[in-house]
């Protein structure tokens, strides 16, 4: 499974994003995606999951800002990202599981100015 991840960028507060991870290869093993970060000098952190069976999942400190959605016609992972807080400033990864493994994509600098 390949990932490759995009939409990153410079945004003021209160401003919107939208992040898209295009996936390739095993596609049919993928039983999750989802969205991580990590901030500089902080540990990598689960921003938002969604499984083959839609079951979503949203860390506390991005519910009601964030929305995670697939585009299965385009075999790709969304993270909409709206009313963004400096805090919210990191390098984002997209994730996908398999019964095997996880795979990661390359990151996406998101930056939040106040």
């Known amino acids: 499974v390949q990932l490759q991840a995009s939409g990153g960028g410079l945004v003021q507060a209160g401003g919107s994003l939208r992040l898209s991870c295009a996936a390739s290869?095993?596609?049919?093993?993928?039983?999750?995606m989802g969205w991580y970060r990590q901030a500089p000098g902080k540990q990598r952190e689960l921003v938002a999951t969604?499984?083959?069976?839609?079951?979503?999942y949203y860390a506390d400190s991005v519910k009601g800002r964030f929305t995670i959605s697939r585009d299965n016609a385009k075999n790709s992972l969304v993270l909409q990202m709206n009313s963004l807080k400096p805090e919210d400033t990191a390098v984002y990864y997209c994730?996908?599981?398999?019964?095997?493994?996880?795979?990661w994509g390359q990151g996406t600098q998101v930056t939040v100015s106040s």
């Open positions: 290869g095993r596609i049919f093993s993928i039983n999750s």
């Open positions: 969604i499984t083959r069976g839609n079951t979503i």
């Open positions: 994730a996908a599981r398999t019964l095997d493994d996880d795979y």
